[in-house]
């Protein structure tokens, strides 16, 4: 069964720092790219942020370039999404999801997680 769980959101001040997990399994890891999509309320998702699992190549919304990092632990199969001088704008659910390959078209991301909340108050 694959299943792709996400972790690690909660409430922050803004300026503040969270760090998300994506923990996968039931499909080859090494064979997929991960990605980082939110959504905020009456919003459409948008791609921030993604790392292809077998060349670490890495890509980022302009939102969001300079203030995250994403990375890649492929012995724990773990996709991690490192996040710094948050903003209120910041606020959604963030989802982690695998595609062949890192794509804006949110439509070629395979499989889903259930998604975590961010909240950052001002």
């Known amino acids: 069964e694959v299943q792709l769980v996400e972790s690690g959101g909660g409430l922050v001040q803004a300026g503040g720092s969270l760090r998300l997990s994506c923990a996968a399994s039931?499909?080859?890891?090494?064979?997929?790219?991960i990605g980082w999509i939110r959504q905020a309320p009456g919003k459409e998702r948008e791609g921030v942020s993604c790392?292809?699992?077998?060349?670490?190549?890495?890509y980022y919304a302009n939102s969001v370039k300079g203030r995250f990092t994403i990375s890649s632990d492929n012995a724990k199969n773990t996709v991690y999404l490192q996040m710094d001088s948050l903003k209120p704008e910041d606020t959604a659910v963030y989802y982690c999801?695998?595609?062949?390959?890192?794509?804006?078209?949110?439509?070629?991301?395979?499989?889903w997680g259930q998604g975590t909340q961010v909240t950052v108050s001002s």
């Open positions: 790392i292809s699992s077998s060349d670490g190549s890495t």
């Open positions: 999801a695998a595609a062949y390959s890192c794509s804006a078209r949110l439509y070629e991301y395979d499989y």
């Open positions: 039931g499909f080859t890891f090494d064979d997929y790219a």
